[in-house]
């Protein structure tokens, strides 16, 4: 593999170029990292016990709003965060977050297992240790998004 990298101010922004014969798994590695690159600039600011924490978007199970307020779930606790889901949606759509159901917006890179519930719903098992059910409006997006990678590009 042969790499080239044009360093020059004439360029306003950073743009990737790869030129192939054909779509190899060493290529589909190189993709997967660089998407995941973009996540990593992503921060957001949850609040508990009136502090105000960074959150990594990838150790997020998932989002969700209860009493007009919205919460990110971590493996170890809960934080406010003051996006509602529709912006945390929109904020993190490229990303590995998908819509479970109109009160949660969960991290697909986090699913452990699924289990199909017995009015069409699924329930969704995070590595945490934690659940969330998926309603059957969204189980067809969410198995997009899974066949995708995660992502929607």
């Known amino acids: 593999m042969e790499i080239k990298i044009d360093i020059d101010p004439k360029y306003e922004q950073t743009a990737i170029t790869i030129q192939t014969n054909e779509m190899t798994s060493e290529l589909e590695k190189i993709?997967?990292?660089?998407?995941?690159?973009?996540?990593?600039?992503?921060?957001?600011?949850?609040?508990?016990?009136?502090?105000?924490?960074?959150?990594?978007?990838?150790?997020?199970?998932?989002?969700?709003?209860?009493?007009?307020?919205?919460?990110?779930?971590?493996?170890?606790?809960?934080y406010e965060v003051s996006m509602?889901?529709?912006?945390?949606?929109?904020?993190?759509?490229?990303?590995?977050?998908?819509?479970f159901s109109k009160s949660v917006v969960g991290n697909v890179?986090?699913?452990?297992?699924?289990?199909l519930s017995f009015n069409g719903n699924l329930c969704v098992y995070f590595h945490s240790g934690h659940r969330e059910y998926v309603s059957k409006k969204y189980v067809k997006a969410l198995k997009e998004k899974l066949l995708k990678g995660g992502t929607n590009e």
């Not at 921060?43 to 997020?60: C, N, V, W």
């Not at 889901?85 to 977050?97: A, D, E, G, K, V």
């Not at 890179?109 to 289990?115: G, S, T």
């Open 31 to 78: 993709l997967l990292c660089l998407k995941n690159t973009k996540t990593s600039h992503i921060k957001i600011f949850g609040a508990k016990e009136d502090q105000t924490f960074i959150l990594q978007p990838s150790e997020i199970d998932y989002f969700y709003s209860e009493d007009r307020r919205t919460y990110a779930r971590t493996k170890q606790s809960h």
């Open 84 to 99: 509602n889901l529709t912006m945390i949606q929109s904020h993190l759509r490229n990303h590995y977050f998908a819509r």
């Open 109 to 115: 890179n986090q699913i452990k297992r699924f289990e």
